[in-house]
């Protein structure tokens, strides 16, 4: 271990006479050991970024490095968990010092005392190499493969009853193989085989499986001012997205709103499973009284658990709330370390950090079989100015936009999807799996939702001068039925049955309305009145 001392301090940045240090190398600060991590190299010094509160450290006090970056530690028991930022977890924080976090803790993550069962597929004697899979171990409803970090021939294999804390297989060579692994946050994995994105993920929600569907692998934000509903429709999503495993990350939130998420995830069941949502979710906690530094690695260490458990072949989203926060958090961070501040205070790097990020999503190969990360986050601009930084530097990397309208939010209209401002790049690949797959007229009727609620935006300028009654009779059947599109198939209430909806319910909703405005313009076209037309 390197050994130095504090030699300067600045809030959470301290400067550290500490010589052989690397860049992002994880180093421990004072007598509390306070974990922090480099972030400059200068001649004579380093300069590390505290992600504790550092209110009573002082010069002269020890700094150690640690040899290695921030790291995570990945293995069975992830499920159900909630974390902080620097992936300590909440429930052993709570026994161990209260309700209130203090500086210095650092709990091993995973729960080194829980009885597992393991499933060796080799024996002693049997050869193995770097990241193949040697084992399973039950984790709930999934099982849950164990690869090995180094290759070597296998001299002992154990089966049966385990913990965390005992080896799984040793080797003649020397060294021993657990069940969990080191990874770290920072580095996407390079060693994978990446494959194009076919397969759709289901939603529920009929406004994005109709109109702008996501793909297992994509990536899409959406943006919205105060009140626009994007923590709830996150959580809705975050209910019954069609995926084996949600990882969700409360990103600089208040910390009521995690406590309800937390509280009703807990009594939620998994609509695909049957089984508690819990036990598929994992939540990256970090609200808005937690250190900023922390809330900068959070969504790193979010990122890292959710490739971690696609590499072992599982359909993955993991859901960020929000983005925004997370830049604030890069900002501030930026300013103490006196950079070149870009537009509006954001360093020059946003755009190139937050593609980055980004591009770990995606779907690999992973043996005989594949897996898939999706990311869906929120932003949060400032007064709902969408020009902003963070907002323009997503959409630049992003493949579906989800944009919340202030003014749909204001006349109640939920989730507030702007249908006109909105898009999806993977609509046409996803459009021809959804004709295939759940009926022909998927496509079609696609069009004919878009053409209705355009010739109603078209119609509504015109209703406003001329009055509704001033419209001809096939312009006001025309608005009556694109009144019903958006009413009752693009509103969903996400406290009631109808919060969720499968594709074929969400298809034979749209064709019950589209079907009633063809019937009825025929009738028009015949003579018949409007008004007995909308009463029958």
Same mark, same amino acid.
């Given at each position: 271990?390197?050994k130095?001392?504090?030699?300067g301090?600045?809030?959470?940045?301290?400067?550290?006479?500490?010589?052989g240090?690397?860049?992002?190398?994880?180093?421990?600060?004072?007598?509390?050991?306070?974990?922090?991590?480099?972030?400059?190299?200068?001649?004579?010094?380093?300069?590390?970024?505290?992600?504790?509160?550092?209110?009573?450290?002082?010069?002269?006090?020890?700094?150690?490095?640690?040899?290695?970056?921030?790291?995570?530690?990945?293995?069975?028991?992830?499920?159900?968990g909630?974390?902080?930022?620097?992936?300590?977890?909440?429930?052993?924080?709570?026994?161990?010092?209260?309700p209130?976090?203090r500086?210095?803790?650092?709990?091993?993550?995973?729960?080194?005392?829980?009885?597992?069962?393991?499933?060796?597929?080799?024996?002693?004697?049997?050869?193995?190499?770097?990241?193949?899979?040697?084992?399973?171990?039950?984790?709930?409803?999934?099982?849950?493969?164990?690869?090995?970090?180094?290759?070597?021939?296998?001299?002992?294999?154990?089966?049966?009853?385990?913990?965390?804390?005992?080896?799984?297989?040793?080797?003649?060579?020397?060294?021993?193989?657990?069940?969990?692994?080191?990874?770290?946050?920072?580095?996407?994995?390079?060693?994978?085989?990446?494959?194009?994105?076919?397969?759709?993920?289901?939603?529920?929600?009929?406004?994005?499986?109709?109109?702008?569907?996501?793909?297992?692998?994509?990536?899409?934000?959406?943006p919205?001012?105060?009140?626009?509903?994007?923590?709830?429709l996150?959580?809705?999503?975050?209910?019954?997205?069609?995926?084996?495993?949600?990882?969700?990350?409360?990103?600089g939130?208040?910390?009521?709103?995690?406590?309800?998420?937390? $509280? !009703?995830?807990?009594?939620?069941?998994?609509?695909? #499973?049957?089984?508690?949502?819990m =036990? @598929?979710?994992? /939540? *990256?906690?970090?609200?808005?009284?937690?250190?900023?530094?922390?809330?900068?690695?959070?969504?790193?260490?979010?990122?890292?658990?959710?490739?971690?458990?696609?590499?072992?072949?599982?359909?993955?989203?993991?859901?960020?709330?929000?983005?925004?926060?997370?830049?604030?958090?890069?900002?501030?961070?930026?300013?103490?370390?006196?950079?070149?501040?870009? $537009? !509006?205070?954001?360093?020059?790097?946003?755009?190139? #950090?937050?593609?980055?990020?980004? =591009? @770990?999503?995606? /779907? *690999?190969?992973?043996g005989?079989?594949?897996?898939?990360?999706?990311?869906?986050?929120?932003?949060?601009?400032?007064?709902?100015?969408?020009?902003?930084?963070?907002?323009?530097?997503?959409?630049?990397?992003?493949?579906?936009?989800?944009?919340?309208?202030?003014?749909?939010?204001?006349?109640?209209?939920?989730?507030?999807?702007?249908?006109?401002?909105?898009?999806?790049?993977?609509?046409?690949?996803?459009?021809?799996?959804?004709?295939?797959?759940?009926?022909?007229?998927?496509?079609?009727?696609?069009?004919?939702?878009?053409?209705?609620?355009?010739?109603?935006?078209?119609?509504?300028?015109?209703?406003?001068?001329?009055?509704?009654?001033?419209?001809?009779?096939?312009?006001?059947?025309?608005?009556?039925?694109?009144?019903?599109?958006?009413?009752?198939?693009?509103?969903?209430?996400?406290?009631?049955?109808?919060?969720?909806?499968?594709?074929?319910?969400?298809?034979?909703?749209?064709?019950?309305?589209?079907?009633?405005?063809?019937?009825?313009?025929?009738?028009?076209?015949?003579?018949?009145?409007?008004?007995?037309?909308?009463?029958?």
């Open positions: 271990m390197k130095g001392r504090i030699i301090l600045s809030g959470p940045t301290v400067s550290v006479d500490l010589p240090l690397q860049l992002y190398e994880r180093v421990y600060v004072g007598h509390q050991r306070l974990a922090g991590e480099v972030v400059r190299l200068e001649q004579g010094k380093a300069v590390v970024q505290v992600y504790e509160e550092t209110r009573g450290l002082a010069l002269g006090e020890p700094a150690e490095g640690s040899g290695r970056p921030l790291t995570v530690r990945l293995g069975p028991g992830l499920l159900g909630m974390f902080d930022g620097l992936q300590r977890p909440l429930q052993a924080l709570r026994r161990e010092t209260g209130f976090i500086s210095g803790t650092d709990p091993f993550p995973l729960d080194l005392e829980r009885s597992w069962n393991f499933s060796p597929l080799k024996s002693p004697g049997d050869s193995l190499s770097a990241g193949e899979i040697f084992g399973t171990v039950e984790e709930g409803a999934f099982l849950h493969p164990i690869r090995a970090a180094v290759g070597g021939t296998l001299a002992t294999v154990h089966r049966g009853a385990f913990t965390l804390d005992s080896p799984l297989a040793t080797y003649k060579e020397g060294g021993e193989l657990f069940a969990w692994q080191e990874r770290p946050v920072r580095e996407p994995r390079r060693d994978i085989t990446r494959l194009p994105t076919a397969d759709p993920l289901v939603t529920g929600q009929r406004c994005l499986d109709f109109l702008f569907p996501l793909s297992k692998g994509g990536t899409a934000i959406f919205g001012g105060f009140g626009t509903g994007k923590t709830i996150e959580q809705s999503i975050a209910k019954f997205a069609d995926v084996d495993i949600v990882i969700y990350v409360g990103c939130e208040r910390g009521n709103e995690m406590a309800e998420i937390l $509280e !009703e995830f807990a009594t939620l069941s998994d609509p695909w #499973r049957d089984t508690p949502l =036990e @598929r979710t994992i /939540v *990256v906690v970090n609200t808005s009284n937690m250190p900023v530094a922390a809330r900068e690695a959070s969504i790193y260490t979010a990122v890292a658990m959710a490739e971690y458990y696609r590499d072992l072949g599982y359909d993955i989203l993991l859901l960020a709330d929000s983005i925004s926060r997370w830049a604030e958090a890069l900002r501030e961070i930026s300013s103490s370390l006196e950079e070149m501040p870009g $537009e !509006e205070g954001y360093p020059t790097y946003l755009g190139s #950090r937050l593609s980055a990020y980004f =591009e @770990r999503a995606g /779907v *690999v190969a992973c005989e079989g594949t897996g898939s990360l999706s990311m869906i986050l929120s932003v949060s601009p400032p007064g709902g100015d969408f020009t902003e930084p963070v907002t323009q530097a997503c959409l630049r990397s992003a493949g579906a936009l989800y944009l919340l309208d202030t003014a749909l939010a204001h006349r109640r209209h939920f989730p507030a999807i702007h249908w006109g401002q909105s898009y999806s790049l993977y609509e046409q690949d996803l459009g021809r799996h959804f004709c295939s797959e759940v009926s022909g007229d998927w496509d079609p009727l696609r069009s004919r939702c878009r053409e209705l609620l355009q010739q109603e935006t078209a119609l509504a300028e015109v209703a406003e001068i001329v009055g509704l009654e001033g419209l001809q009779d096939r312009d006001r059947l025309v608005m009556h039925a694109a009144e019903r599109v958006r009413r009752e198939f693009l509103c969903q209430n996400a406290y009631s049955e109808d919060a969720f909806s499968t594709p074929q319910q969400t298809l034979e909703r749209i064709s019950t309305i589209v079907a009633f405005f063809d019937e009825a313009l025929a009738r028009l076209e015949e003579g018949e009145a409007l008004d007995e037309i909308l009463k029958g």
